[in-house]
């Protein structure tokens, strides 16, 4: 009876520890995972830091030419039309000097010109419709679960006109366009957007769909 209980004892003192041991290893894992994170996100924050030090400069420049009556530095042709207060900036407000994502389009046709070296077959096209439930155009970006058809606007206006383009600009960056098109934006939420975006530029439909089922409006 002893040795029995004994034996009991130990069984269940080695079960608790490798249950522990188990436990502290995934724990482990995520806090490496969460300092990668943690990472990334210190290096965005930093970059987005920069650029709003660089549009305050800008701003504080502008708000000089407005007081001294200048509307550049360097003075226009008298018989030049000015520009109208209302027509849109060539660049997104956010944008900066060699910032793709932020270069703005003022035809979204032009879409299919700037990505023209992306190219799907027919049959490829057609897979991804049939997987997709709805004919797949290339880089229509409205495939994305949460994009509709004025947040593709938005999208393609600022410089973002392809799925590979969409895959590379991180989702601080979106929350930042989708901040300045306006109120009614903030409410929507682009973290899996880049995601999406990747596994319809490496073809993976199945996998792609998979993953938007399991997501409610995007998120």
Known sequence: ???????????????????????????????????????ELDAEVGQLRIIEQKQRVRAASWASNAITGRSSPVEEPMEKEATPVTEQPDVFPMAEPGEESFTAISNPEQIHQADAEEVLTEKELSIASEVMG????????????????????????????????????SKNILRVILDEAGPQY?????KTWPKQARMAVDGEWKKLKAYQESLIDGK
Not at 9 to 27: C, E
Not at 186 to 190: I, M, Q, Y
């Open 186 to 190: 903030r409410v929507h939420k682009p």
């Open 134 to 169: 709805v004919e797949v155009e290339l880089n229509d970006l409205e495939i994305i679960e949460g994009i509709g058809p004025m947040i593709s606007d938005i999208l393609v206006r600022s410089g973002i006109t392809s799925w590979e383009k969409l895959g590379g600009t």
């Open 1 to 39: 009876m002893l040795a029995g209980t004994l034996a009991l004892g130990v069984l269940l003192g080695y079960l608790i520890w490798g249950w522990t041991k188990r436990k502290l290893l995934l724990a482990q894992m995520r806090v490496k995972e969460l300092e990668i994170e943690v990472g």
